[in-house]
């Protein structure tokens, strides 16, 4: 049974930044209610009702894998270490982005799956690339042309297809006997710790447990066997899965990974009742910290116009009434609109100067990455304000 446990309210698409706010643009936003469930069988957490995937992963997806000097550095890590472990004659990704993962393999070696054409476009010119969403019909299409794949990877892309059936069953179709799927995705763990609720937005349909993915995968003649931390956005899991009947045996740390999250409760619907109760709590401590930031006539703007920042700025209602603008360095967000509420973004170079007193860390993701890169901010006096894992001015 699935039991609703969080309302985030009236959202926007996360990655919609309007290109302008005329009243005519402002009137075709579209908006839906964010709330999230909990599935008491399987343990699965997701969105309610998924918006449809068409409207969300157009040829104007803003997301590049690329931009972030981490995310390049954990794909080659993770590539090398598939690699080394695995052998695979050949690698297929599903949801290639800019081709972050990919471009570390041989370009005979590779296949890349990804929708949104803008993207596909630019990992088409080097390696074979499919311009489309993943299912039966493509895992078809593929197997005519290919021979069956060792080494299936996905990252932060799973758990972004409302329609898992179709998305195991054509997995295990491509799929070799002897193969292995490995996907990534934020742990529902990290986020219950962490209080970071910004991981749900409309992308993220699922939000995964190790339990939860022990369950589904099962359905579909599919075996999790493994499971590792990984430190990338804010905490996430790698999943490690292969047929029934494949030889990889149960490690132990799946064993203990397991039994970490029966502790911690991802098996039990109290446990994201008190959760929801803390998440009202970081949005009241949010607000009002900003408030009176404002009231001392200090100016703050936001760091990373990042999709989990839609969430927190349409839930605790946070527009231009706080923030002077946003700063990122991907150049298609910038001069453009956040979603739903509508605050400009510009690019760092001409935003993070000596005007601004307080920076809200959007990007807490790469938290580590940015300190290091704002010495000097830091130095004169700036500060960030953060509201993982709790609401407060980061001292350092
Ligand atoms: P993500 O969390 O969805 O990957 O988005 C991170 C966003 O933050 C992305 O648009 C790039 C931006 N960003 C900056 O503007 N400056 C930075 O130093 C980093 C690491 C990211």
């Given amino acids: 049974m699935k039991k609703d446990f969080l309302n985030l309210g009236k959202q926007p698409i996360a990655n919609s930044f309007l290109s302008s706010i005329s009243k005519k643009s402002l009137k075709s936003e579209y908006f839906y209610n964010l709330i999230i469930s909990f599935n008491t069988k399987n343990f699965l957490v997701s969105v309610k009702k998924p918006v ?152 993220h349909v699922y939000v995964f447990s190790t339990l939860a993915v022990e369950n589904i995968v099962k359905k579909y003649k599919l075996r999790l066997f493994d499971v590792q931390k990984i430190n990338t956005h804010g905490g996430s899991l790698r999943y490690y899965i292969c047929k029934n009947n494949s030889k990889y045996k149960k490690t132990k740390r799946l064993v203990s990974i397991l039994n970490e999250e029966k502790k911690t409760g991802l098996d039990n619907f109290n446990t994201f009742k008190k959760f929801a109760g803390r998440v009202k709590n970081s949005k009241k401590k949010l607000v009002s910290l900003l408030k009176k930031i404002k009231k001392n006539n200090n100016k703050i703007i936001s760091y990373g116009a990042t999709y989990k920042s839609t969430t927190v700025f349409n839930y605790c209602k946070i527009d231009t009434r706080y923030f002077h603008y946003v700063t990122d360095t991907t150049y298609n967000k910038q001069g453009k609109f956040t979603p739903g509420t509508h605050i400009p973004i510009i690019s760092p170079e001409i935003g993070f100067n000596d005007s601004v007193d307080y920076a809200f860390l959007g990007a807490w993701n790469f938290k580590r990455e940015i300190l290091n890169k704002e010495k000097k901010f830091i130095k004169r006096g700036g500060k960030f304000i953060t509201h993982v894992p709790e609401v407060k001015i980061l001292s350092k």
Wanted: charged share 25%; with cysteine.
């Fill in 52 to 203: 449809n995937p068409k409207i969300q992963y157009t040829n104007k997806y803003a997301h590049r894998a690329s931009e972030s000097q981490t995310m390049r550095k954990a794909f080659r890590s993770a590539a090398i270490k598939l690699y080394k472990r695995f052998k695979p004659k050949n690698i297929m990704e599903i949801g290639s982005n800019d081709g972050v993962f990919l471009k570390n393999f041989a370009r005979q070696k590779v296949i890349g799956v990804e929708p949104c054409r803008n993207l596909a476009e630019i990992t088409k010119k080097k390696f074979t690339t499919y311009p489309n969403f993943w299912n039966k019909v493509l895992s078809k299409k593929i197997l005519k042309k290919h021979s069956e794949v060792d080494l299936i990877f996905s990252a932060n892309t799973i758990s972004h297809i409302p329609n898992l059936k179709e998305t195991f069953e054509a997995i295990f179709n491509v799929m070799s006997d002897k193969g292995v799927l490995v996907i990534e995705d934020p742990s529902l763990s990290s986020v219950i710790k962490i209080n970071s609720y910004d991981q749900f937005y409309d992308e």
